[in-house]
């Protein structure tokens, strides 16, 4: 392969259009040894590995000694090598920076190792750590309402009386019931099993008499049931009882007449006011079970009497043995919480800049349904600074599993080619800046108020009303108070806290209730910043961007920090530029150069990279240079709706910046480019087109790869265990076994999510929720939500059909395991015909989508196949297209087979040998 090579001292990219880039080609002494691979990563894209060391001989050796002496292990530099094209022009093959960690000389030769800091390499590096991303960081500005998924709760009842030795039941002996209908006998609960809180209250009943009666005429008549103290169970809220005293078991005797035959339970609900009211009753052994509701203050209670048919009759003085009682259920599903989520693609960005490629790698994902959100375990509890705790490797394997994505490694085109940048210009202000403002402004709806600083208790109101502005004053401004209020000025110099023109902007409010607007944008003209509510807090936000359009913008425009309060613009600067002296006047939204004279100047030598008659640049990242609390490089900002800076909480962007020296623009290290990480659908990076032909020389080779025959394939979410009762039994995000019928070699393919999808895990930690003071192994979980967008919020997505299950408030179903092998299927084909179901913990008789969940799976149309192809060529050029198969004629018939992996010696004219995956 014919090469030219470069190495750059001073810098960590290599620029050979720069003065301080030599040519190095003929002072290698070791060019057979450099080598460069491609490889396909776990079934994904093709990407180039290199890193070798360079033995340096002649004037190479003698510049890089030199070199090391004067800078010791402050040194840094770099490696390139440019392969000949067939228009006999160079193209950059790899780039490489120097490790000098590796340096070593003698008298005729230097020697140093090349670090492969390809992101292919940074990538390889992190894959499996585990990074902790502040979730204020990267979350969406809408939160998830959650309404929460509906458990049961029980409690069993027994009746109270005094205990017999070796006996079961308990007694009542000779209690005098003469007189009265109804006897309320000694109930408690004996044990409960409530998953939330807050619904009922417990009560023992207390043994009690009603229904007097009337014992003055022939015709014996009976008070109703008044009996408003004896009970046993409180509605707290709006209920639904399922009660089972179906069981109940009671023998009576009368002291008199002996055993009572006909003794009845009847069961009353208490209202709030009034008299009792009887919603069951029958025979002991005959109760069947049934449903009650109960508002709040409510109250259920049990009594035993005798049948009335003719007229009203009393157990008289009776004794009782009590036996078995029954139980209630009810399901609720808590209270309604807004929970941080956050999306795909800013966890990947963020993954990015963990790894240290922020400025020069872009995430994106490709045909992914936007409604799969991540959440944190942390953010379920509501902790106040949660993290999402993920690495790479899970985070690829969560694409790769749910939607069957894979990442590649290209250049970024939306972000622009780094290079040398624009020409022209002196004292670093000739950069035609004129297309700039063709670009529209971003407009950020932001409701405007000025904060001060004061409270709601350091304002004046009008004695006689501080809350509603009259008709006939108007409004002067919004003032944010630190006590979480917005208070009104009007015309009159009094405040209002109540209702204001726009108030609603605001705040809701009425008679009982003053509540802020939640995540409701703000834009403080006193300070110049951009807040967002959190009203769970009671705190205002900074309001940032999380993320950038790299094609919208194209320079860094650095200043030295903002200005408090107004100044007056003396004019045009025409001296010398120093950035750091550009200062941001917050209020005024403009940038002034503060010279030497103390005056604030609005011109100044290449202004219009910054602003240009009241608009700011809407094209330029400024970044404030005194401020490095968070980035080594600065805090970064854009301009929005025409003179207004938007915090950006990313790293300062590989862009260049104008007016460094002769007007040029300075590219900044980034090692030679921009990529961009971005996951596909797997089906295009193992494209059915053609990419090479090879002719080959000496025999090929074929083998069946063992590590592609597996005998079970294991699809889903590791099975979880729940402290929830007798709830959660029927969770189907769980471990789903199958069987792939091949018995050639015992190995099992796993397929699993390293994040969870499952309803009573996400319910589980949502009620621990401002729980501070407890943890659980789930907090550091992800959990993935399949969620609708709506305005103001998003929704757990119930919208595939579920049955079989105990509660229709379970979500995810779009996330089941059967949606995940349907996304893979093609992969999945691969190494399989079939799918057939072996086991799982999921409970028989659930159907998703209308589909048995217990289902076998034939898998069609393969993506590749079992073989491993071995073949060599002294073709030298390379695939056009990585994705597309090479072919080759052998023993009379066509092979085809995807690029696996690829050796090549750069500074060598031999044959490359290609390892192909038969396709």
Not at 175 to 191: L, Q
Not at 356 to 385: C, H, T
Not at 710 to 737: A, H, I, P
Request: with cysteine; glycine share 10%; charged share 25%.
């Amino acid at each position: 392969m014919k090469c030219k090579y470069y190495m750059v001292l001073g810098h960590d990219s290599v620029d050979i259009n720069s003065p301080s880039c030599v040519d190095i080609s003929s002072e290698i002494s070791n060019l057979d040894e450099l080598k460069m691979s491609y490889v396909r990563s776990d079934y994904g894209g093709v990407i180039r590995k290199c890193g070798s060391s360079v033995s340096l001989v002649g004037d190479a050796r003698d510049r890089i000694v030199e070199y090391y002496g004067r800078n010791r292990l402050k040194s840094v530099g770099a490696f390139a090598v440019y392969s000949l094209n067939e228009d006999w022009t160079y193209s950059l093959l790899f780039e490489c920076p120097f490790d000098f960690s590796t340096f070593k000389c003698d008298t005729y030769t230097a020697e140093i190792g090349c670090l492969d800091n390809s992101v292919a390499a940074v990538l390889k590096a992190n894959n499996g750590t585990k990074f902790e991303l502040p979730v204020s960081e990267i979350k969406e500005t809408k939160r998830l309402r959650f309404d929460g998924v509906r458990l049961l709760s029980t409690a069993r009842f027994v009746f109270a009386g005094s205990s017999v030795d070796d006996e079961s039941y308990t007694v009542r002996e000779n209690y005098d019931c003469s007189g009265y209908v109804y006897y309320f006998p000694p109930v408690s609960y004996a044990e409960t099993d409530v998953q939330l809180e807050g619904d009922v209250t417990f009560h023992d009943q207390t043994e009690a008499l009603s229904g007097k009666i009337d014992m003055s005429s022939s015709w014996l008549t009976a008070e109703p049931n008044r009996n408003r103290d004896s009970c046993f169970l409180e509605a707290n809220r709006d209920v639904t009882l399922d009660v089972d005293f179906a069981g109940i078991e009671v023998e009576a005797a009368n002291k008199v007449t002996g055993s009572v035959a006909d003794l009845m339970v009847s069961v009353y609900r208490i209202p709030v006011s009034g008299d009792p009211v009887q919603v069951a009753s029958a025979q002991i052994g005959h109760m069947s079970g049934f449903s009650v509701g109960l508002v709040p203050g409510e109250r259920l209670q049990l009594c035993l009497h005798r049948l009335q048919f003719i007229s009203v009759t009393s157990l008289g003085v009776c004794s009782f043995r009590f036996y078995d009682l029954g139980s209630v259920r009810w399901k609720s599903t808590g209270e309604i919480s807004y929970i941080d989520v956050v999306k795909p693609l800013s966890v990947l960005d963020a993954l990015i800049g963990k790894m240290g490629m922020s400025q020069y790698v872009r995430g994106d994902i490709r045909s992914m349904s936007d409604n799969v959100l991540l959440v944190a375990g942390e953010s379920i509890r509501n902790f106040s600074e949660a993290k999402l705790r993920t690495s790479f490797r899970e985070f690829s394997k969560f694409l790769e599993t749910v939607a069957g994505l894979v990442y590649v490694i290209e250049p970024d085109d939306a972000g622009g080619d780094i290079g040398d940048g624009g020409s022209g210009g002196d004292d670093g202000g000739g950069t035609d800046v004129s297309e700039d403002y063709e670009v529209e402004d971003i407009a950020v709806d932001a409701d405007e108020v000025c904060r001060y600083g004061k409270t709601s208790s350091d304002l004046p109101y009008k004695e006689d009303n501080n809350v509603t502005m009259p008709d006939g004053v108007s409004l002067v401004r919004v003032e944010y108070c630190e006590d979480w209020y917005f208070a009104g000025l009007g015309s009159d110099g009094f405040y209002y806290l109540g209702l204001f023109p726009t108030s609603d902007k605001y705040f809701i409010f009425n008679l009982l209730t003053y509540e802020v607007n939640d995540d409701n944008v703000l834009f403080d003209l006193v300070g110049g910043k951009f807040y967002i509510t959190d009203t769970p807090n009671k705190r205002l936000e900074d309001y940032t961007l999380r993320t950038l359009d790299l094609a919208r913008y194209n320079h860094l425009a650095a200043f030295g920090g903002f200005l408090s309060g107004s100044v007056s613009d003396s004019g045009t600067f025409s001296g010398t530029l120093d950035r750091s002296r550009i200062m941001c006047g917050r209020q005024d939204g403009r940038f002034l150069y503060h010279g030497d004279d103390g005056g604030y100047y609005g011109i100044f030598p290449d202004s219009e990279s910054y602003q240009k008659d009241g608009r700011l640049n809407p094209r330029a990242v400024f970044v404030d240079m005194s401020d490095e609390s968070l980035y080594d490089g600065g805090m970064c900002y854009v301009a929005v709706s025409g003179n207004r800076l938007l915090m950006y909480s990313g790293t300062v962007p590989d862009l260049p910046e104008r007016g460094s020296g002769g007007g040029t623009d300075v590219p900044r290290s980034g090692g030679g480019g921009r990529y961009v990480v971005r996951f596909v659908p797997r089906s295009s990076v193992f494209s059915d087109k053609p990419a090479k032909r090879l002719e080959i020389t000496g025999e090929p080779s074929y083998s069946v790869s063992a590590q592609r025959i597996y005998s079970d394939v294991k699809v889903g979410y590791e099975d979880q265990e729940y402290d929830l009762g007798n709830n959660g039994r029927d969770e189907f995000n769980r471990t789903m076994n199958y069987s792939t019928g091949l018995n050639l070699k015992e190995q099992t393919l796993d397929f699993l999510c390293p994040y969870r999808a499952d309803s009573y895990g996400f319910q589980e930690l949502a009620q621990k929720r401002n729980e501070d003071t407890s943890d659980t192994e789930s907090d550091n979980n992800v959990f993935l939500v399949a969620a609708d967008e709506g305005e103001e919020c998003y929704k757990p997505d119930r919208s595939v059909s579920v049955s079989g299950v105990f509660t229709d408030t379970v979500f995810n179903a779009s996330l089941a395991p059967q949606f995940l092998v349907s996304a893979n299927e093609r992969y999945l084909a691969s190494f399989a015909p079939s799918l057939i179901y072996a086991s799982s913990n999921v409970l028989e008789g659930i159907m998703i989508d209308s589909r048995q969940i217990y289902r076998n799976f034939s898998l069609e149309n393969p993506l590749f196949r079992e073989g491993d192809i071995k073949v060599s060529t002294n073709d030298m050029s390379l695939p056009e297209d990585w994705s597309g198969y090479v072919e080759f004629e052998w023993n009379g018939r066509t092979c085809r087979g995807f690029v696996s992996g690829l050796d090549i010696g750069v500074g060598r004219d031999e044959k490359l040998e290609y390892e192909l995956i038969e396709c």
